[in-house]
T-cell receptor, first 114, second 115 residues
Framework: DAGITQSPRHKVTETGTPVTLRCHQT?????MYWYRQDPGHGLRLIHY???????DKGEVSDGYSVSRSKTEDFLLTLESATSSQTSVYFC?????????????FGPGTRLTVT | GDSVTQMEGPVTLSEEAFLTINCTYT??????LFWYVQYPGEGLQLLLK?????DKGSNKGFEATYRKETTSFHLEKGSVQVSDSAVYFC??????????????FGRGTSLIVHP
């Protein structure tokens, strides 16, 4: 199994508070991704990173920011949490040699915004 | 843009039944194709993949063949078990040299297998 951990695994927070989710990998993969998963919507990409300090927006990036200061860590921040951001958040990594490579997913963080 | 279409679920089967989950795609380049599986309460994990036309990916009794002429990558298993109950995602990715490193996922198909 690829070495990906997410923390926290569960979090309940109040509307308006900032929240940071952490993804940590031990695989030295170049690419890292944050997704959210909601019933009826499948997986939706929030942000991704293609290297240290190199990040870009996905399809549902409003209200989220990310940072990647070192290869192994990719942080997702909800600037001011809203109830619509209640979801399960997954981190994924991919990398290796140039060309085609699959993604490896973390176990997920279940976030509830009350 | 690139897209993946999967059959809607849930798919409900009895144990030992034959499984097919349809997946078709549109892509501007020459993609690699993947099936991922998500068990309850877990993240997605790679089930199988194929990188070129007529390739067959296989794993844990599941198979899928890359059909370029029909732009399809249907998932099959000859005899499902209760433990196969999960959500299955079809995905494509254009090789890095030819385009994006962002994969495109289907919406997922839930499989429920009854004893």
């Amino acid at each position: 199994d690829a070495g990906i951990t997410q923390s926290p695994r569960h979090k309940v927070t109040e509307t308006g508070t900032p929240v940071t989710l952490r993804c940590h990998q031990t695989e030295n993969h170049r690419y890292m991704y944050w997704y959210r998963q909601d019933p009826g919507h499948g997986l939706r990409l929030i942000h991704y990173s293609y290297g240290v300090k190199d990040t870009d927006k996905g399809e549902v990036s409003d209200g989220y920011s990310v940072s990647r200061s070192k290869t192994e860590d990719f942080l997702l921040t909800l600037e001011s949490a809203t109830s619509s951001q209640t979801s399960v958040y997954f981190c994924a990594i991919s990398g290796g040699l140039a060309g085609v490579y699959e993604q490896y997913f973390g176990p997920g963080t279940r976030l509830t915004v009350t | 843009g690139d897209s993946v279409t999967q059959m809607e679920g849930p798919v409900t089967l009895s144990e030992e039944a034959f499984l097919t989950i349809n997946c078709t795609y549109t892509a501007t380049g020459y993609p690699s194709l993947f099936w991922y599986v998500q068990y309850p309460g877990e993240g997605l994990q790679l089930l199988l993949k194929a990188t070129k036309a007529d390739d067959k990916g296989s794993n844990k009794g599941f198979e899928a063949t890359y059909r370029k002429e029909t732009t399809s990558f249907h998932l099959e298993k000859g005899s499902v078990q209760v433990s196969d109950s999960a959500v299955y995602f079809c995905a494509l990715k254009i090789p890095l040299s030819g385009g994006s490193y962002i994969p495109t996922f289907g919406r997922g198909t839930s499989l429920i297998v009854h004893p």
